[in-house]
């Protein structure tokens, strides 16, 4: 069993910056690799960015070159750095594990634990 824990959401104007956090615990957390989702309202959930299981980060087209996944100094935790941050990034963003290749890692089914989601605003 993992559970996942996120924070760090809010509301921010377009361009800001805000830091996302997820902290992992239970006595599997160190069989998976972790990721981001978000899912705006209407929309389906979108794959944000993740580490692979060889502890690759791996970003969306959308988020790549604004967005940094990377761990913390305590442990099995994961932060999602967000940059210049645009209207359309307002979701509820999720934290998630998996076990998954490289070829799936964008598919939200391949997901076997997921937190109960933080919400980002960015307004205009």
């Known amino acids: 069993q993992v559970q996942l824990v996120e924070s760090g959401g809010g509301l921010v104007q377009a361009g800001a910056s805000l830091r996302l956090s997820c902290e992992a615990s239970?006595?599997?957390?160190?069989?998976?690799?972790m990721g981001w989702f978000r899912q705006a309202p209407g929309k389906e959930r979108e794959f944000v960015a993740a580490?692979?299981?060889?502890?690759?980060?791996y970003y969306a087209d959308s988020v790549r070159g604004r967005f940094t996944i990377s761990r913390g100094n305590v442990k099995n935790t994961v932060y999602l750095t967000m940059d210049t941050l645009k209207p359309e990034d307002t979701a509820v963003y999720y934290c998630?594990?998996?076990?998954?290749?490289?070829?799936?890692?964008?598919?939200?089914?391949?997901?076997?634990?997921w937190g109960q989601g933080t919400q980002v605003t960015v307004s205009s």
């Open positions: 998630a594990a998996h076990r998954t290749m490289l070829s799936s890692i964008t598919n939200p089914n391949m997901y076997y634990y």
């Open positions: 239970g006595t599997a957390v160190g069989d998976y690799a």
């Open positions: 580490f692979t299981m060889q502890d690759f980060p």
